[in-house]
């Protein structure tokens, strides 16, 4: 582990690749020390951002994990709570263990996260949390019973934490983006090109129509709104859904 700092400190849960690669990016650049909690890590990402594995879905790993950054930088300004997988299945299909599967990443790991940095947040009278939801923290989507219960349950945890805490200066709101061109997503297709036969090109085509801008997101458009969050020209805004999906969610 890298040696103390007095730089502000990131927290990123997930942050090797995808949307969550573009925030510890995107906060990096504006001169904070970014550390980013990842079962594997990301040969191409910045060696300033320092990695440390770790199973989000394992309580006692993230616990411990966050313990040993805390004792070290005595301070965490941020943490986005952006580690999760999705799953395809409505309720028939998804079984106990699938369920299991992604709620342990998705849900009990941002809680055991958001717990771990609470008591620090408390004592410094500030901090940031930011819930890394989904489109399907507000709206439905077929075959999606397990990750759309996971990303409600963060915008619900994102109110409540937000209510339970203003009193301490502490934040939090969810983040909530439609369909966002990164590794997740094309792991998604690729999954339902597998199991429907259909054309990719074509189904690609279709995801871009389905948003009123034409297009998919981009992971540092994301990124770009989490920064937003995390600074005082944001000082105002806690308990919220912020919803970057090119209007899908707006129809």
């Known amino acids: 582990m890298k040696t103390q700092t007095h730089k502000k400190i990131c927290i990123v849960t997930g942050g090797s690749f995808g949307i969550g690669d573009a925030v510890c990016q995107k906060f990096l650049e504006y001169n904070y020390h970014v550390v980013n909690l990842d079962i594997k890590s990301n040969p191409k990402q910045s060696t300033d951002i320092e990695w440390i594995e770790c199973d989000m879905s394992n309580a006692v790993d993230i616990t411990s994990n966050f313990q040993s950054i805390i004792n070290q930088h005595k ?8 580690a999760g997988i999705h799953y395809s299945g ?21 809680i055991a996260a958001t717990k771990a940095v609470l008591p620090i947040m408390k004592q410094q009278l ?23 219960l996971s990303k409600t349950a963060l ?3 994102a109110k409540t934490t937000a209510l339970d805490y203003a009193k301490f200066n502490i934040r939090a709101n ?16 690729q999954n339902y090109v597998d199991k429907s036969g259909a054309d990719i090109k ?28 995390a600074t005082n020209d944001a000082a105002f805004i806690t308990g919220s859904l912020q919803s970057i999906d090119g209007g899908y969610t707006a129809q």
Do not use: W
């Open 174 to 189: 969810a983040i909530c983006p439609g369909t966002i061109e990164t590794p997740l997503y094309h792991t998604a297709i």
């Open 126 to 148: 500030s901090g940031v949390i930011l819930y890394m939801a989904s489109d399907q923290a507000i709206v439905a989507k077929p075959n999606s019973f397990a990750y759309n």
């Open 202 to 229: 074509n189904v690609h085509k279709e995801e871009a129509r389905l948003q009123p801008l034409g297009r998919l997101g981009k992971a540092h458009e994301v990124a770009a709104l989490t920064y937003f969050l």
């Open 90 to 110: 409505n309720i028939e299909q998804t079984t106990d263990e699938d369920f299991e599967r992604v709620f342990s990443l998705n849900v009990k790991g941002a």
């Open 155 to 157: 915008a619900s945890m």
């Open 75 to 82: 301070r965490v300004d941020a943490l986005i709570s952006n």
